[in-house]
């Protein structure tokens, strides 16, 4: 079966940093471009960052750019999501997802999606 499971997240202060990761199982991860979402309460969900299985490209939201980074480790089927310099606003819900060809930044283009971590950046 087509697993992804997101790990990394917790409690961290402003100005922190955490690392997610998204492991697959039941598919080479490296055959897919792999995107990061986040949905916060009351906010729709909204692509963060994005590492493509084509070119490697990568694409960040403009929120995000510069303090975060996205890789990928093909010998263990696993995706980072490197988060420095932590905002009380990137308090979500971080989901990792799959989807072919090139990044795209509609949620609705991923097929695979894992079930999230909670990432909460507080005083």
């Known amino acids: 079966q087509v697993r992804l499971v997101e790990s990394g997240g917790g409690l961290v202060q402003p100005g922190g940093s955490l690392r997610l990761s998204c492991a697959a199982s039941?598919?080479?991860?490296?055959?897919?471009?792999i995107g990061w979402f986040r949905q916060a309460p009351g906010k729709e969900r909204e692509g963060v960052s994005c590492?493509?299985?084509?070119?490697?490209?990568?694409y960040y939201a403009d929120s995000v750019k510069g303090r975060f980074t996205i890789s990928r480790d093909n010998a263990k089927n696993t995706v980072y999501l490197q988060m420095n310099n932590l905002k009380p606003e990137d308090t979500a819900v971080y989901y990792c997802?799959?989807?072919?060809?090139?990044?795209?930044?509609?949620?609705?283009?991923?097929?695979?999606w894992g079930q999230g971590t909670q990432v909460t950046v507080s005083s």
């Open positions: 039941g598919f080479t991860l490296d055959y897919y471009t």
């Open positions: 590492i493509s299985s084509l070119s490697g490209s990568t």
């Open positions: 997802a799959t989807a072919e060809g090139s990044c795209r930044p509609t949620w609705s283009e991923y097929d695979y």
